[in-house]
T-cell receptor, first 115, second 110 residues
Framework: GAVVSQHPSWVICKSGTSVKIECRSL??????MFWYRQFPKQSLMLMATSNEGSKATYEQGVEKDKFLINHASLTLSTLTVTSAHPEDSSFYIC???????????FGPGTRLLVL | TQLLEQSPQFLSIQEGENLTVYCNSS?????LQWYRQEPGEGPVLLVTVVTGGEVKKLKRLTFQFGDARKDSSLHITAAQPGDTGLYLC??????????FGAGTRLTVKP
């Protein structure tokens, strides 16, 4: 149980285009989902917290107009990187927390390369 | 400044050796998780500890949560090459989100 999927697993796009990444909790409902970014050989940095039915809460330094988050249902959150630039190239990982529990379960990650 | 300080940052040992990874903070956590991450994959949960002083064992891995819930340790006995990976501790403060330590990159040589 507690499986989180992400789609796509990797994406290559041109600079200036937008990319949408989906995060789904497959066998549980998650009122809260999280988006992280991880650069090579570094740890995970929290970008934003996504609550179902409400606006996402962004960490300091993360542009909300550039990284659009939508959490429309209890099993799906999306992250859209708008007007992507090469410096946005990174490994994006989502996680979901079971309602009322402490543990977060992570998706397999999406590797984004912006040319 | 990281909320959670992990040490060591890098560790390279021979198969069969024991090792301990530490995760320290000045903050109190409602829970702390340990994850293992392989290159190109998401972190995989190893354990969640919630009670001060709690000790959990997972085969050759022993996890301990400090009495004050500010620190934790991961001890691996008789390490194997399959244990190679990035070990991450992550803590959640009350009504707050989970934050990660910088990670410990472990290499176990055959």
């Amino acid at each position: 149980g507690a499986v989180v999927s992400q789609h796509p697993s990797w994406v290559i796009c041109k600079s200036g285009t937008s990319v949408k990444i989906e995060c789904r909790s497959l066998d549980f409902q998650a009122t809260t989902m999280f988006w992280y970014r991880q650069f090579p050989k570094q740890s995970l940095m929290l970008m934003a917290t996504s609550n179902e039915g409400s606006k996402a809460t962004y960490e300091q330094g993360v542009e909300k107009d550039k990284f659009l988050i939508n959490h429309a249902s209890l099993t799906l959150s999306t992250l859209t990187v708008t007007s992507a630039h090469p410096e946005d190239s990174s490994f994006y990982i989502c996680s979901a927390r079971l309602t009322g529990q402490e543990t977060q379960y992570f998706g397999p990650g999406t590797r984004l390369l912006v040319l | 400044t990281q909320l959670l300080e992990q040490s060591p940052q890098f560790l390279s040992i021979q198969e069969g050796e024991n090792l301990t990874v530490y995760c320290n903070s000045s903050s109190v956590f409602s829970s702390l998780q340990w994850y293992r991450q392989e290159p190109g994959e998401g972190p995989v949960l190893l354990v969640t500890v919630v009670t001060g002083g709690e000790v959990k064992k997972l085969k050759r891995l022993t996890f301990q949560f400090g009495d004050a819930r500010k620190d934790s340790s991961l001890h691996i006995t008789a390490a194997q090459p399959g244990d190679t990976g990035l070990y991450l501790c992550a803590g959640r403060r009350y009504l707050d989100d989970m934050r990660f330590g910088a990670g410990t990159r472990l290499t176990v040589k055959p």
